[in-house]
């Protein structure tokens, strides 16, 4: 039975390289972000993930859009990030609180808001980094919100037991985005070495983090899993 993907920031990069695979298999598609996105056939919600009254009026539209489709499986993807170059000895509390607004409670939100209406076979599934795990200077707010995501999971997947709904932490490694080209000022060295760092000497494309996504999807084995995609990179 065709499936309903939900992701946010299916606008570009990652989302929308899902959007485009979910799409091909011939499932509806609805994009969660301030843009549209690119692919055909899609649906967009405009939203600012960061503002509870847009917020709420997407969780309201999609109450509603859920209750009237038939019963398939949901495909729910938390995908839209916000990061800032900032660091623990200078972060403003209004600046963590609009990462966490975008990057955690936007995912709260819409979790509390669809969950009770997604029937077994559906998936949460969270697009996490290589930063749930470890850290980095100068992405503190980034940082925190990722590790967040990762608790968000387990939890998810804890509290979800017995429901038929599994989920999954997916963290990419240096993956060709516009959030990645826009964090590095569009400086093609620095691009160049973070593609160096892993063992095939180059960014994920995301492309390749759709893949993942979908067959997160379609394997309820992996419930409460993180999975790594980031061509095995190298430690420091």
Not at 27 to 51: F, H, M, Q, W
Not at 175 to 201: I, K, W, Y
Not at 205 to 220: G, N, S, T, V
Request: charged content about 15%; glycine content about 10%.
């Amino acid at each position: 039975m065709p499936a309903i993907a939900i992701l946010t920031g299916a606008s570009s990069g990652i989302g929308a390289a899902a959007a485009q695979q979910f799409m091909d298999r011939g499932d509806t598609v609805i994009n969660i972000s301030r843009r549209d996105c690119p692919v055909a056939g899609v649906e967009t919600i405009g939203t600012d993930l960061g503002d509870a009254e847009s917020l709420a009026s997407t969780c309201a539209a999609l109450t509603e859009r859920l209750g009237s489709q038939q019963d398939g499986p949901v495909c729910l993807v938390h995908n839209a990030s916000l990061m800032l170059k900032d660091r623990c000895d200078v972060t403003s509390d209004e600046d963590l609180e609009r990462v966490l607004a975008v990057n955690v409670v936007g995912i709260n939100a819409i979790n509390r808001t669809l969950l009770p209406q997604m029937p077994r076979g559906s998936s949460v599934l969270y697009v996490g980094s290589t930063l749930s795990e470890k850290a980095v200077a100068g992405a503190f707010s980034y940082v925190v919100s990722k590790h967040a995501q990762l608790g968000m999971m387990r939890a998810t997947c804890q509290d979800l037991m017995g429901r038929g709904i599994h989920t999954a932490l997916i963290c990419p490694g240096f993956t060709d985005t516009t959030m990645l080209r826009q964090h590095v000022g569009n400086d093609e060295s620095v691009l160049e070495d973070l593609g160096a760092m892993n063992s095939f000497g180059r960014l994920v494309a995301p492309d390749e983090i759709a893949d993942l996504i979908l067959w997160a999807h379609q394997h309820p084995v992996i419930n409460g899993a993180v999975l790594h995609g980031n061509l095995g990179q190298i430690e420091h």
